[in-house]
């Protein structure tokens, strides 16, 4: 993060770009790719199982990820690879699952956090 913050209050662009990004962290199954691509890059089916869903649902969401610009693709002959493109946004999902453990007592204000995020420098931060 940032040590001041860039702008006062957010403008109408920022405050859209942070609502589209909560809204594609709204799903279960999103924050458990995205985790799993913050650990390395994948492939739809290697994220299938790591995730417990059809490789067609992860590759719908995949779809959407990339859109958002939270997730690269590469190609590989007729396999794609994905990896998550956004340090930002991993830091916001280790502190949100974070936040469940402690909601859930898996946790408490004791405990280290289990979530971590990622310190490659793979990621850009934008």
Do not use: C
């Given at each position: 993060?940032?040590?001041?913050?860039?702008?006062?209050?957010?403008?109408?662009?920022?405050?859209r770009?942070?609502?589209e990004?909560?809204?594609?962290l709204?799903?279960?199954?999103?924050?458990?790719?995205?985790w799993?691509?913050?650990q390395?890059?994948?492939?739809v089916?290697?994220?299938?199982?790591?995730?417990?869903?059809?490789?067609?649902?992860?590759?719908?969401?995949?779809?959407k990820?990339?859109?958002a610009?939270?997730?690269?693709?590469?190609?590989?002959?007729?396999?794609?690879?994905?990896?998550?493109?956004?340090?930002?946004?991993?830091?916001l999902?280790?502190?949100?699952?974070?936040?469940a453990?402690?909601?859930t007592?898996a946790?408490?204000?004791q405990?280290?956090?289990?979530y971590?995020?990622?310190?490659?420098?793979s990621?850009?931060?934008?």
């Amino acid at each position: 993060m940032h040590e001041q913050p860039v702008h006062p209050a957010p403008d109408d662009e920022h405050a859209r770009i942070a609502a589209e990004t909560f809204r594609m962290l709204s799903d279960a199954t999103r924050v458990k790719i995205l985790w799993a691509l913050f650990q390395g890059e994948s492939s739809v089916n290697s994220l299938a199982n790591l995730v417990g869903a059809a490789p067609t649902a992860v590759s719908q969401h995949l779809s959407k990820l990339r859109l958002a610009g939270l997730v690269d693709s590469r190609r590989e002959g007729t396999f794609a690879y994905y990896s998550a493109s956004d340090a930002h946004v991993n830091r916001l999902l280790a502190e949100a699952l974070s936040h469940a453990e402690h909601i859930t007592g898996a946790a408490t204000a004791q405990s280290s956090h289990g979530y971590r995020a990622a310190g490659r420098a793979s990621q850009r931060s934008r």
